[in-house]
């Protein structure tokens, strides 16, 4: 059974209270309008073609198509790592393709969260260490760091592994810190591209676990891109996507 999330909980309710959960009212995190991506090249590939959707607070979301789809490349415009080139991206309903690149990022380092299938922990960092990368821009003392960061480790398990460096750690236990790290920011979305791609089927497990407490316990709308009907079985909604289109 992992731990409680009661602490990260109250943090995410404080740091967002401009905009508490109302449950009469639908909030849309993520909204895509008439939304195409096209890269240029010898061969014009277009990506995703005129995608509509929209992604709703507290919902937990899996992206599922084939290889080529345009998973990928939707989570990307999700996550503001990437604009369209029609359409619009809104982010609680703030229209972040005619932003500034700084004005993106802003959005982005606020409201956002990632996980990714290669975990992108530094190597010579602690899992400790690791998760609390992100709080530095923060200005945050060191001891309110190392208490988010420790707690964050806790709460997906594995907060008796905080002084462990990544080379010292199973797959499973690094996605894990990387989970952490995501969740120590309290942001309202996480986006995870293939968390459990790396991973044999009891860390998956294990790791969709951590996910659904995550939803269900600290209130972040979670969005996975995966090919694992099993991982997309977590899921409240699953959106299938192919050759660019969506086909829910």
Same mark, same amino acid.
């Given at each position: 059974?992992?731990?409680?999330?009661?602490? &990260?909980?109250?943090?995410?309710?404080?740091?967002?209270?401009?905009?508490?959960? &109302?449950?009469?009212?639908?909030?849309?995190? %993520?909204?895509?309008?008439?939304?195409?991506?096209?890269?240029?090249?010898?061969?014009? @590939?277009?990506?995703?073609?005129?995608?509509?959707?929209?992604?709703?607070?507290?919902?937990?979301?899996?992206?599922?198509?084939?290889?080529?789809?345009?998973?990928?490349?939707? &989570?990307?415009?999700?996550?503001? &790592?990437?604009?369209?080139?029609?359409?619009?991206?809104?982010?609680?309903?703030?229209?972040? @393709?005619?932003?500034?690149?700084?004005?993106?990022?802003?959005?982005?380092?606020?409201?956002?969260?990632?996980?990714?299938?290669?975990?992108?922990?530094?190597?010579? !960092? @602690?899992?400790?260490?690791?998760?609390?990368?992100?709080?530095?821009?923060?200005? !945050?003392?060191?001891?309110?760091?190392?208490?988010?960061?420790?707690?964050?480790?806790?709460?997906?398990?594995?907060?008796? !592994?905080?002084?462990?460096?990544?080379?010292?750690?199973?797959?499973?236990?690094?996605?894990?810190?990387?989970?952490?790290?995501?969740?120590?920011?309290?942001?309202? %979305?996480? !986006?995870?591209?293939?968390? @459990?791609?790396?991973?044999?089927?009891?860390?998956?497990?294990?790791?969709?676990?951590?996910?659904?407490?995550?939803?269900?316990?600290?209130?972040?709308?979670?969005?996975?891109?995966?090919?694992?009907?099993?991982?997309?079985?977590?899921?409240?909604?699953?959106?299938?996507?192919?050759?660019?289109?969506?086909?829910?």
């Amino acid at each position: 059974m992992l731990p409680s999330l009661d602490f &990260l909980k109250v943090k995410f309710y404080f740091e967002n209270s401009y905009n508490p959960p &109302l449950s009469s009212l639908v909030v849309e995190v %993520i909204k895509l309008e008439n939304v195409s991506k096209v890269y240029p090249g010898q061969v014009r @590939t277009e990506a995703l073609h005129e995608v509509n959707l929209s992604i709703e607070e507290r919902e937990f979301v899996a992206i599922m198509g084939p290889s080529g789809s345009g998973k990928s490349t939707l &989570l990307s415009l999700m996550g503001t &790592l990437d604009k369209p080139t029609t359409g619009r991206v809104l982010v609680y309903g703030k229209d972040v @393709t005619s932003m500034s690149d700084d004005e993106v990022s802003k959005v982005r380092n606020y409201y956002i969260g990632f996980v990714f299938q290669s975990y992108n922990l530094i190597p010579r !960092l @602690t899992a400790l260490e690791n998760v609390e990368v992100p709080l530095i821009p923060r200005g !945050l003392p060191e001891s309110e760091m190392e208490k988010i960061a420790m707690e964050s480790l806790k709460s997906v398990g594995i907060g008796e !592994l905080y002084r462990k460096k990544p080379s010292q750690l199973s797959g499973g236990q690094q996605q894990r810190v990387a989970i952490a790290r995501a969740v120590a920011q309290s942001p309202k %979305i996480i !986006l995870a591209d293939e968390p @459990t791609g790396n991973l044999d089927s009891k860390s998956s497990e294990e790791v969709m676990e951590v996910f659904s407490k995550v939803n269900r316990e600290v209130g972040s709308t979670i969005v996975i891109v995966t090919h694992d009907q099993e991982v997309a079985s977590y899921a409240n909604r699953t959106i299938r996507i192919r050759d660019g289109r969506v086909v829910e």
